[in-house]
């Protein structure tokens, strides 16, 4: 199988003020994020990052996208690495996460077109990109509304589509279903089914266990900003499902605990 | 133009254009109140320094010349013979402005008067009194068409010298002195304010409102250079900045005639059209150039800031040190020659414009001010790109 993407000791750190410190119920300035985490994505594959909140996932998706930098190590994503080619690997990637927003004041038509444009997409396969993605969530009966006045659902299909428009190899969603009712949430996934089928390489962070069981064929579960288990869910979960398989794990590194 | 710049200079565009309300709150409305309000000032002043063309004067008198009374209705006096009573009510009526003058006349004036014609002069000089009060306008006027009246009966009987009488132009100060003197001294202050208004009114919104709602994030994780990003919202920031200066600055040309009172701008010789196209160039190359260090200044600040609030609570500071800059044109004579006083920025482009207006400026110090006004430009953009790129400042909260 074709490695696309190769995560190898990715480390983040943030400092710490004083109050998130008494936040975190902590005296330390600096908290790890991330703590050398190494991984591998193959070509046409659903990767899941799986753990609990704070775990670190999205901040290993953040510096996957080159949003924020390792402070050690590197990945080298579609070819290009993270650290050195940080705008070649913004060309080879989707990036979508909660934090991301588009502007309100603008219609999805325009949004589409502003986005394509800086992707250095062509006016006709912009046109021809839009339609189908468009038309794929429904947003083609909407695109000339504003942002504003779009349901939350709507407005998420169209980041989805927004961050796809240059038709990247490797499609990073940071909890894509986070906050969406389950008609949308349908489509998103079967959504991400049907990138995977067209060879695209999806790599997602969940905590949601039945999503995880559902597009995955592999998944790592980070727990403190380490990589505890990296394999194939049949490998991981044997003969037992995924939650329960995750608790075992959850409760050996933590001692006992939940 | 890289492609990518003319696309985020589009968008903010479109983004300012596509706002009618932001487009009113920024480009018409300031100028229409600056219009309304100077023009309102202008009027409000003029009635409260100057009376009405028809209005007829209550004067008070004792022992009133017979010529004086024969001559008042010329002057507009409605004129009531008093003996010397009570001067404390006469002065608290004056007060009150129930009446606007209490002339005393000597009794024997009119004869005195007729003495001295035919080459008897008094022993002693003859004593009038003017009581009025300085700050009832009515009684103010009275009291100066009253004085100018003696004064001119005073000159006919015996007039040693003239000052000033004949036809020639003894103020020799052209129409471009005295509009240069007053524009170079205002103006400059003004435009820079504008400007500066201007700048604050879009760019917080711009960089620290997309900050503020994750919109910025969605632009960083594109292929788009962060030097195109910031060079694309500063171009285009000016744009928008420059038409708001040039709304205030229209509107406060159009109301500086009201302000200053019709008459007296004519009087003074105050006339625009001094100034030629090279001045008016000269003027448009220095705003280019001082919008474009303003905005990248206030861009840099808002790219610190977490919200459009704070940012404006960082800018406000900055703000009044521009305005005390911009007072510097009023003090001196003409801008200053040294052409390194060009090279400090927001003060170099006062200067240019106060050399502008003043006519005193040199085309050095203006390729000074614009060549530094650009350089300065260059750096901020620079640090602006690295802001972009630094996920301390772009993500911090």
């Known amino acids: 199988m074709e490695v696309i993407l190769k995560a190898t000791g990715l480390r983040k750190t943030f400092a710490l003020s004083k109050k998130q410190q008494r936040l975190e119920k902590s005296d330390k300035k600096i908290k790890v994020a991330v703590d050398g985490l190494s991984f591998e994505a193959y070509k046409g594959e659903i990767f899941g990052l799986l753990g609990p909140n704070g775990a670190g996932k999205t901040t290993t998706l953040r510096m996957l996208s080159t949003l924020i930098k390792a402070d050690e190590g590197d990945a080298i994503v579609n070819g290009h690495s993270i650290n050195t080619e940080p705008d070649k690997v913004r060309q080879s990637i989707g990036f979508l996460t909660s934090e991301l927003k588009l502007e309100e004041f603008f219609t999805p038509n325009y949004l589409f077109d502003f986005f394509a444009t800086l992707h250095g997409i062509s006016s006709t396969e912009c046109a021809a990109r839009k339609k189908t993605l468009f038309e794929r969530f429904g947003i083609d009966k909407f695109a000339e509304v504003k942002v504003a006045n779009l349901s939350t659902g709507m407005k998420q299909k169209l980041s989805i589509a927004v961050s796809i428009a240059h038709d990247p190899e490797i499609i990073i969603f940071d909890e894509p279903t986070n906050g969406l009712d389950v008609i949308t949430s349908k489509v998103v996934t079967d959504f991400l089914i049907d990138l995977k089928r067209e060879g695209k390489t999806v790599i997602l962070s969940t905590h949601i266990f039945s999503l995880a069981e559902k597009l995955c064929d592999r998944v790592g579960i980070i727990i403190n900003g380490k990589m505890i288990t990296c394999d194939t869910l049949q490998n991981i979960c044997a003969d037992t499902d995924l939650e329960t398989r995750f608790f075992e794990i959850y409760e050996k590194e933590m001692g006992g605990q939940v | 133009m890289k492609s990518n710049i003319l696309t985020i200079m589009k968008k903010e565009l479109a983004r300012f254009f596509g706002d009618k309300r932001l487009v009113l709150t920024t480009l018409v409305i300031p100028g229409l109140m600056i219009y309304l309000i100077y023009s309102l000032m202008g009027s409000g002043m003029m009635s409260a320094f100057a009376p009405s063309e028809d209005q007829i004067y209550n004067v008070l008198v004792t022992s009133p010349s017979e010529e004086f009374v024969a001559a008042a209705d010329q002057l507009k006096l409605e004129i009531t013979e008093a003996d010397i009573g009570d001067i404390d009510s006469i002065k608290q009526k004056l007060r009150n402005g129930e009446i606007d003058l209490y002339v005393v006349f000597p009794e024997d004036f009119d004869q005195s008067i007729a003495s001295i014609r035919?080459?008897?002069?008094?022993?002693?000089?003859?004593?009038?009194?003017?009581?009025?009060?300085?700050?009832?306008?009515?009684?103010?006027?009275?009291?100066?068409?009253?004085?100018?009246?003696?004064?001119?009966?005073?000159?006919?009987?015996?007039?040693?010298?003239?000052?000033?009488?004949?036809?020639?132009?003894?103020?020799?100060?052209?129409?471009?002195?005295?509009?240069?003197?007053?524009?170079?001294?205002?103006?400059?202050?003004?435009?820079?304010?504008?400007?500066?208004?201007?700048?604050?009114?879009?760019?917080?919104?711009?960089?620290?409102?997309?900050?503020?709602?994750?919109?910025?994030?969605?632009?960083?994780?594109?292929?788009?250079?962060?030097?195109?990003?910031?060079?694309?919202?500063?171009?285009?920031?000016?744009?928008?900045?420059?038409?708001?200066?040039?709304?205030?600055?229209?509107?406060?040309?159009?109301?500086?005639?009201?302000?200053?009172?019709?008459?007296?701008?004519?009087?003074?010789?105050?006339?625009?059209?001094?100034?030629?196209?090279?001045?008016?160039?000269?003027?448009?190359?220095?705003?280019?150039?001082?919008?474009?260090?303003?905005?990248?200044?206030?861009?840099?600040?808002?790219?610190?800031?977490?919200?459009?609030?704070?940012?404006?609570?960082?800018?406000?500071?900055?703000?009044?040190?521009?305005?005390?800059?911009?007072?510097?044109?009023?003090?001196?004579n003409g801008a200053p020659t040294n052409p390194v006083l060009y090279l400090i920025p927001i003060y170099n482009s006062v200067q240019c414009m106060n050399g502008v207006f003043s006519f005193s400026g040199s085309l050095i110090n203006t390729v000074i001010t614009s060549v530094a006004n650009i350089a300065y430009t260059a750096i901020l953009v620079v640090v602006l790109k690295k802001m972009f790129d630094s996920e301390k400042i772009m993500f911090s909260k």
């Not at chain 2, 205030?248 to 105050?270: C, N, Q, Y």
């Not at chain 2, 500071?317 to 800059?325: A, C, G, S, T, Y």
């Open chain 2, 118 to 332: 035919v080459g008897e002069a008094p022993d002693e000089p003859l004593e009038l009194e003017m009581y009025y009060s300085s700050t009832e306008v009515n009684s103010s006027a009275a009291a100066d068409i009253v004085f100018s009246y003696l004064d001119g009966l005073e000159e006919s009987l015996s007039n040693l010298f003239n000052i000033n009488s004949g036809s020639a132009q003894y103020d020799v100060a052209t129409d471009e002195d005295a509009t240069g003197m007053l524009f170079s001294m205002l103006i400059p202050m003004l435009l820079i304010m504008f400007l500066f208004s201007g700048c604050m009114a879009v760019a917080p919104e711009s960089i620290a409102g997309e900050k503020e709602r994750g919109t910025i994030a969605a632009l960083l994780v594109t292929p788009l250079k962060r030097g195109d990003l910031a060079i694309g919202k500063i171009l285009a920031l000016s744009i928008i900045a420059l038409l708001s200066g040039a709304s205030s600055f229209v509107g406060t040309l159009l109301s500086l005639p009201k302000l200053m009172g019709g008459d007296m701008v004519e009087l003074a010789g105050i006339d625009a059209g001094v100034y030629g196209v090279t001045e008016y160039l000269t003027l448009l190359v220095v705003m280019l150039t001082t919008v474009l260090v303003i905005v990248a200044i206030i861009s840099i600040i808002s790219a610190y800031s977490n919200s459009v609030k704070e940012a404006t609570t960082y800018i406000t500071p900055l703000m009044i040190v521009v305005m005390l800059v911009g007072l510097t044109s009023m003090f001196g």
